[in-house]
C-alpha cells in the first residue's frame, strides 16, 4: 500500500460482523462497513444513527482493512447511510477487491453508480412512495446495473407496490429484482400479489431482524 493510500478516510459509523441479511447474498456470514452520512430522509428508516454527517469517526482505509481481517469471512458489505457521498469509499472497495473480498456494496438509488469496479455487487435501492423519498432516485442508475447485481424494493402498502411494478415495466431491469416488505409488514399479501401479477422477482424478507429483533449492529 502507498503512502497517498495510507492518509485517505472515509467517516464511518460502524463495523461489525454478521449474517447478511437482505437480498440474494443471504445468509452469508459477512462483514458490514458501515459509512457515516446519507442525503435522503426516508420515512421507514431503521438506521438513523446513520444519516448524520456530524456523528461517525474518521478511519483510514488501511484501518478499516484491519479491523475486516479480524473476521474469517471473505464477505464485506459496504453500506450506510450513503456511502457513494464519501468519494474515498470507491478506494477502499478497490482495496478490498484487491486482496480478494467479495464485496457488495448498498446504495440508496439517488447517487450515480458510474465509475464503480466491474466485479463489484451492487445492491441499489428503489425507494417508493411510502419513504417520501421516490423523487431523489436517479433512474439512470438502472441501466448501469449488471447482471449480477440487484435493485431492491422496500415496500410498505398497495401503493408501493404498484409503484414498484410500473418501475420494472418502464425501466425492465437485467438485474436481479428483490421485493422486500418494510420490518413488521405481512409478506403472505406480497408474495401473494407477486404470484398473481407472474412477477419475476424474489420475494424476500429481512433475515437479521427474523434472528434477532430490530437491533444494531445485528
Ligand atoms: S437511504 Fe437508507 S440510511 Fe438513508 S434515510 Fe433512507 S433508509 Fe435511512
Known amino acids: 500500500m502507498n503512502d497517498k493510500m495510507k492518509e ?6 460502524e463495523i461489525f460482523y454478521s449474517i447478511q441479511g437482505e437480498g440474494i447474498q ?9 459509512t457515516q452520512g446519507c442525503n435522503l430522509d426516508c420515512s421507514w428508516c431503521d438506521t438513523i444513527y446513520a444519516m ?5 469517526k ?11 481481517k479480524r473476521y474469517s469471512t471473505k464477505y464485506v458489505c459496504v453500506t450506510g447511510g450513503e456511502p457513494l ?9 478497490s482495496r478490498l477487491l484487491k486482496i480478494g473480498y467479495n464485496v457488495s456494496f448498498e446504495t440508496n438509488g439517488s447517487v450515480t453508480l458510474s465509475g464503480l469496479p466491474k466485479n463489484l455487487f451492487v445492491s441499489m435501492d428503489i425507494k417508493c412512495p411510502s419513504s417520501k423519498m421516490e423523487k431523489r432516485m436517479d433512474f439512470r442508475n438502472i441501466k448501469l446495473l449488471k447482471k449480477m447485481d ?13 409503484y414498484a411494478k410500473s418501475i420494472i415495466k418502464k425501466h425492465k431491469p437485467g438485474c436481479n429484482v428483490v421485493f422486500m416488505p418494510v420490518w413488521g409488514i405481512n ?6 400479489n407477486v404470484l398473481k401479477d407472474g412477477l419475476n422477482v424474489r420475494v424476500l424478507i429481512q433475515l437479521h431482524k427474523l434472528i434477532w429483533g430490530d437491533k444494531r449492529g445485528k
Open 8 to 13: 485517505k478516510t472515509i467517516k464511518i459509523n
Open 26 to 34: 443471504m445468509g452469508i456470514p459477512t462483514v458490514f462497513v458501515r
Open 52 to 56: 448524520d454527517f456530524k456523528n461517525g
Open 58 to 68: 474518521d478511519m483510514k482505509i488501511s484501518e478499516i482493512v484491519k479491523k475486516v
Open 85 to 93: 457521498l464519501q468519494e474515498n469509499v470507491k478506494f477502499l472497495i
Open 150 to 162: 440487484q435493485l431492491k424494493f422496500v415496500i410498505n402498502d398497495k401503493k408501493d407496490y404498484e
Open 187 to 192: 409478506v403472505k399479501k406480497l408474495a401473494a
